[in-house]
DNA sequence: ACGTTTCGAGAAAACGCTTTCTCAGGATTC
DNA sequence: GAATCCTGAGAAAGCGTTTTCTCGAAACGT
């Protein structure tokens, strides 16, 4: 097209230029190839030096082929979990040199579709990070968005490596604890319909009731956020369980907040579990007992699949599962006669 | 060079091909240029659906000289503030269709020039938040990085509209409100060194220490994390003060979990405040007064402005206060006798 | 001293697009 | 009916790199 030439930035021809020698000779010095002579080297190297050019990123993305840049796509960047997660995977991916790109779908699940692929053909790999589309759609997706690694979601198709969090595992350690404290009537304030997290605790709430014939266990709605929790409390009360297994550590301070604003004591008349173990967790009074996962290292992980994807087009297919870790804190405790 | 031609991907060729018409015809066709025949816009809108091509962003960006992305860089992505001005950010670039591209410096002032630098020009502009480096590097680094919109931090380049808290005004606010129940002997649990927000409270506070020389002010080490509070207890007993002004919310909430479990209450034996009202603040027992930051806004609030510099390569300069809003919980109250 | 390798650097193609330039063919005008 | 104006689409240039190709010159061996 030819707009203007010579546009604001200095380029690669300014600096072969000013060294009086060719395009190509600048861009070989410039990636340290050695087939140059030691002399011309150095005066490309001063005249860059002096221009202070920086090779332009884009045309070398085209040209190479890759753009050293992954993206991560979540449901909701206001979660601290995703948030540990993001955390996690850029901090390892910096270490390697990669950036990464944010998208956050506002739980919207029509919209992942669309961000994942916009976001993948930006980059050189993917992380979808709990999708709540469906399983026809995500199966659907996942061949075109290769590479990609599933955080919290798994797929058929076999390239796609999967990090998932053992929630069931981890909700059952959570209430086996409150039966060893002498509860026999449990509450779990579920989440999110449609988060597959929330389907694998209940998942392992069948089998706690299978296994405990003798507690009652009692499932009430909820959701994913602090206000789920603080308006749980009635609900809760009304239950008469004296032990809460929350959905996680945000609806667990909710309730926590709710309950001592009713005056109702934790853990003398109830007891109440979280699960993730944010940060914040081991601050509340009293602090919480919940069930501990290695948020940020399962970013930490999921870029080391990715980068093993980016590097092998033919990396070894990988199921990771992370087990919770059961922290047991201030907020559970025998009921008080 | 010509490595393979025909890269996995399809690309406009494959298109052009399959409509029978040439690379251009298809280009304008996918930008919705109108000097197309109908007829033949058809047959390439088929042809691109068929073979579910999408334009390979790289191309275009190079051909078009934006990327259609931003970047940001924080000094720590574990900071709830920098997760909130994030999440703004993200949110609002999105809804113009921009995506960002994120960098932390992991509080490593020396980092941060190489990083803004290399963000920079993978994108369309810069923001950049709360940056740890001297104001000489910073006024030097400018120049090169615009369009890029500063947070808590200003320089003298016009260009570049600066978002500032008034921190100043806050904590004085915060003090005066402790002064109203009846404190007189206050004390600041300082944060980092490096923090130019640090250097504005501490200014808001000589004004105050002028405005009410009978109430004594004194001034502690500390630091941005909840630890730095938790640790903090033994000094701040010490100090004798009866009201603490916490360098931010963190800071605050570790003080009263490390004051609840020496058994000091709050806020009958001692009153504290935080800064910033994070998500978590009015849900810590007792809730905690502290100085509102709209944080979230900010964050878009610094979209607005970039995408201004964005569009009018001279847009006005530019420079927000942010005036906090004081929140009252039940973490500060009059001394009980 | 001459043919053969080796070496180093420039020319040019390629990456995948957008857009200007150009030009054929049909519509319009006198 | 010929000169002129549109219209629409292909050819080609350009975005800023990297890398292959190519080729002159220097170094080598006999």
Sequence with gaps: MGRRTGSGRIGIADVALKAGVSHATVSRVMNGNFTVDPAIAQRVRDAAAELNYQPNPVGRSLALGKTDTIGIVVPDLANPTFQAILRGLSMAAAQDGYRVLIADSSEVSSEEAILAG??????????????RMGDAELEELAPSLHPMVLINRSTT???????????SQGVQELAE?????????????AGPARSASNRARMAG???????????????????????TGHEAVDEVL??????????????AMGL????????????EDISITG???IPFARYTTPPLTTAAVPITELGEHAWHSLRALIRNAEAPEEESTFQPRLEIRGSTGPLAK
């Excluded at 198709?157 to 053992?166: C, I, M, Y």
């Excluded at 604890?177 to 304030?189: C, E, M, R």
């Design 238 to 251: 009304a239950s008469g369980a004296t032990g809460v297994l929350a959905f996680n550590d945000l609806v």
């Design 118 to 131: 916009e976001a993948r053909r930006r980059c050189d790999g993917l992380v979808l990070c709990a999708p």
């Design 275 to 277: 699960f993730d173990d």
């Design 157 to 167: 198709e076999s390239r796609v490596p999967s990090l998932e969090v053992d929630y």
């Design 177 to 189: 604890h409150l039966v060893d404290l002498g509860h026999t009537s449990i509450a779990f304030l």
């Design 205 to 227: 709430l069948d089998k706690f009731r299978a296994a405990h014939p003798g507690v009652e266990l009692r499932m009430l709605e909820g959701g994913s956020s602090f206000e």
């Design 256 to 267: 926590l907040s709710g309950l001592h604003e009713r005056g109702v004591r934790v853990p």
